[in-house]
């Protein structure tokens, strides 16, 4: 095992339980997580971008991305089970992106990120969905949940925009001339590396909430 990936799964093991407890607990624990994760995200991008033309428009997106997460925890959702599932996609489209990657190679996808090849996302798309029919059979503590179409499409929706999401850092990253957009997470980089499809996920998942009647819990 190198050593950015025992970094990276070392590093996973300490931050899943807590975003798990974080989302769990909601209330001001959440609101003050959120806040401080902005501004880490925000501070970032600033670094990274701040003599770029896109520095604006990054940060406006920024806002809106945070809002949509806050407002999924705090007013659209009965409970927490539902913002656990979008993060489940978005974890799971990562972990099956760098695994299939890793394992089949094959032709890269594109130039804007070198790593990431046409079998990393097919893997990022299988991964979300396997994992997404365990959790909502058996995590769910709601085992009459089914793998309906509505629910399948919803999840290729959220990993594919994930997936754009880590394209679009990639290629801002790129812009700045730079590897990673910090070096707070150990194996993972900063803030704004390890979120970078979830800033993506997010909104899009609330714009289909209020557009869309969709029933999973």
Same mark, same amino acid.
């Given at each position: 095992?190198?050593?950015?990936?025992?970094?990276?799964?070392?590093?996973?093991?300490?931050?899943?339980?807590?975003?798990?407890?974080?989302?769990?607990?909601?209330?001001?624990?959440?609101?003050? =997580? #959120?806040? &401080? *994760?902005? =501004?880490?995200?925000? @501070?970032?991008?600033?670094?990274?971008?701040?003599?770029?033309?896109?520095?604006?428009?990054?940060? @406006?997106?920024?806002?809106?991305?945070?809002?949509?997460?806050?407002? #999924?925890?705090?007013? #659209?959702?009965?409970?927490? #089970?539902? %913002?656990? %599932? &979008?993060?489940?996609?978005?974890?799971?489209?990562?972990?099956? $992106?760098?695994?299939? $990657?890793?394992?089949?190679?094959?032709?890269? +996808? *594109?130039?804007?990120?070198?790593?990431?090849?046409?079998?990393?996302?097919?893997? *990022?798309?299988?991964?979300?969905?396997?994992? /997404?029919?365990? @959790? +909502?059979?058996?995590?769910?503590?709601?085992?009459?949940?089914?793998?309906?179409?509505?629910?399948? !499409?919803?999840? !290729?929706? !959220? /990993? $594919?925009? *994930?997936?754009?999401?880590?394209?679009?850092? /990639?290629?801002?990253?790129?812009?700045?001339?730079?590897?990673?957009?910090?070096?707070?997470?150990?194996?993972?980089?900063?803030?704004?590396?390890?979120?970078?499809?979830?800033? =993506?996920? %997010?909104?899009? /998942?609330?714009?289909?909430?209020?557009?869309?009647?969709?029933?999973?819990?």
């Amino acid at each position: 095992m190198s050593k950015e990936l025992l970094n990276r799964f070392l590093s996973s093991l300490v931050l899943i339980p807590v975003i798990i407890f974080v989302v769990i607990q909601g209330g001001i624990i959440f609101n003050l =997580f #959120l806040l &401080i *994760s902005f =501004f880490l995200t925000v @501070f970032e991008w600033h670094k990274m971008s701040k003599m770029n033309n896109h520095y604006i428009l990054g940060i @406006f997106f920024l806002l809106f991305s945070f809002f949509s997460i806050y407002y #999924l925890r705090n007013y #659209l959702n009965e409970d927490y #089970l539902f %913002f656990l %599932f &979008i993060l489940l996609i978005c974890v799971s489209t990562d972990v099956g $992106g760098y695994v299939a $990657g890793k394992i089949i190679k094959g032709p890269k +996808l *594109s130039k804007i990120s070198p790593k990431k090849t046409y079998s990393g996302m097919l893997g *990022s798309f299988l991964f979300p969905v396997i994992f /997404s029919y365990f @959790f +909502l059979n058996y995590v769910s503590f709601n085992n009459s949940t089914n793998m309906s179409a509505e629910i399948l !499409i919803f999840i !290729i929706c !959220i /990993s $594919g925009i *994930s997936q754009l999401g880590d394209l679009v850092v /990639s290629y801002f990253k790129r812009a700045s001339n730079v590897k990673d957009s910090g070096k707070l997470i150990p194996g993972h980089g900063g803030i704004l590396d390890r979120i970078d499809g979830m800033i =993506f996920a %997010f909104p899009l /998942s609330l714009i289909i909430l209020l557009t869309k009647n969709i029933n999973i819990f």
